[in-house]
């Protein structure tokens, strides 16, 4: 076989490119510096408010006694949405239900975090009284409520939720909020949760799939 056969071919230099004149050059733009971030007094001031009003509210958890939640009650109204967030939850692990009034009130807040806050409250409540609020909190145009009230649901185990559940995790455009669903319902479980699982099983979304898959072998096994 002569020599060369299969050699590569020898590619043609590319041709020099025109050198610009000085005149005709564009100049290169200048980089901007980064803004510099200053803390001021005051925002230190702010951040050391937070933490102590964050710290006051796990003193109260740890405190001894049945005297929480009127204690924790009037942080529900702190200028600090974090602050309020953080009540809402603790009053909700008290356990105290007369306590529910406040959180069916924070629940509906326009503040995310005081939200966030009394849905995972009154998952911690323990209160089916709490259903319809997290049902209707299941279907509000923040993703993370939604989220939140799936999962607060599925902790609270009540079939009521199911139709609810099934519905978002079908149809959330949050995937977050459709695994959410299908964790819940396989917590609640019985026949209206194992074929709301069963109906996903051929998701197009290979997670949605995946989950909806085990949570239908889980509940046909009870």
């Known amino acids: 076989m002569p020599a060369g056969v299969f050699a590569a071919e020898k590619k043609k230099p590319a041709p020099a490119a025109k050198k610009q004149s000085s005149a005709s050059a564009p100049a290169k733009k200048q980089q901007e510096p980064a803004p510099v971030k200053v803390t001021t007094k005051t925002d230190e001031a702010l951040l050391r408010e937070h933490r102590a009003r964050l710290d006051e509210i796990s003193a109260i958890e740890r405190s001894p006694g049945a ?20 009540a809402a939850e603790a009053i909700g692990k008290t356990k105290d239900q007369a306590a529910f009034g406040e959180l069916s009130t924070a629940i509906k807040s326009e503040d995310d975090h005081t939200r966030w806050g009394a849905v995972r409250g009154l998952a911690a409540l323990g209160d089916n009284k709490a259903v319809p609020l997290l049902i209707t909190a299941l279907g509000h145009p923040e993703g993370n409520t939604r989220w939140k009230a799936a999962q607060a649901l599925g902790e609270l185990k009540d079939a009521r939720a199911v139709d609810a559940l099934a519905e978002a995790a079908r149809s959330d455009k949050s995937r977050n909020v459709r695994l959410a669903a299908i964790e819940a319902l396989m917590k609640i479980g019985g026949n209206k949760a194992a074929a709301a699982a069963e109906g996903l099983k051929n998701d197009p979304d290979p997670e949605i799939k995946a989950w909806a898959g085990a949570a239908a072998d889980k509940l046909r096994v009870k």
């Open 67 to 86: 005297a929480k939640t009127p204690a924790l009650k009037p942080m529900l109204s702190d200028k600090n949405p974090l602050v309020r967030g953080e």
